[in-house]
């Protein structure tokens, strides 16, 4: 006759694996999904027409070796004009391609609008997306780390029933 913890499957070390992996998924989307949502990028100089929500946004160049002396301004219909503010807290984006902060503005009702960048920067590049901040990038790490400790987890559990008979 088998006891009752010989007939129920091993299956504790999976469900450790799967959601230690769900949730660094959702830990990298947090930290990269802004870098998926950013407008076409336009070089220095030229104008970028976008159609924003209501709410916060940012504008990033790359590269910004000069970051004090490139400027930025806009106009949205609905919101008037563009008021750029340096934001300390807000953070690069490193995924797909790398963009620098250089400031976020809010607009109180979604408009169209065009934006436009200069500087001293030779073959610089501006576009404008989602507000990247520094409590994203510590969200997404304090997320991080139960799914690693999950997956940990998940693998000694697996190691230590392997070897039992």
Do not use: K, N
């Not at 809010?106 to 409590?135: E, H, K, N, Q």
């Not at 969200?139 to 997956?151: C, E, H, K, R, S």
Request: proline share 8%; charged share 15%.
């Amino acid at each position: 006759m088998t006891t009752p913890q010989a007939r129920r499957p091993r299956r504790a070390w999976w469900i450790l694996l799967l959601l230690g992996a769900l949730v660094l998924v959702g830990a990298a989307a947090l930290a990269f999904s802004p870098g998926f949502r950013l407008a076409p990028p336009v070089a220095f100089g030229d104008e970028l027409s976008v159609d924003l929500s209501e709410g916060d946004h940012a504008v990033y160049v790359t590269p910004s070796d000069q970051w004090s002396e490139i400027e930025c301004t806009g106009t949205f219909p609905a919101g008037g004009v563009l008021r750029l503010r340096p934001d300390m807290l807000q953070q690069a984006i490193v995924v797909p391609d790398r963009w620098d902060a250089q400031g976020s503005f809010s607009l109180g009702v979604a408009s169209p609008g065009t934006i436009t960048c200069d500087g001293p920067v030779a073959d610089g590049r501006f576009t404008v997306g989602p507000v990247m901040t520094f409590f994203t990038v510590v969200g997404a790490v304090l997320l991080a780390i139960p799914g690693i400790l999950l997956v940990i987890a998940g693998v000694v559990v697996g190691a230590v029933q392997a070897r039992r008979p």
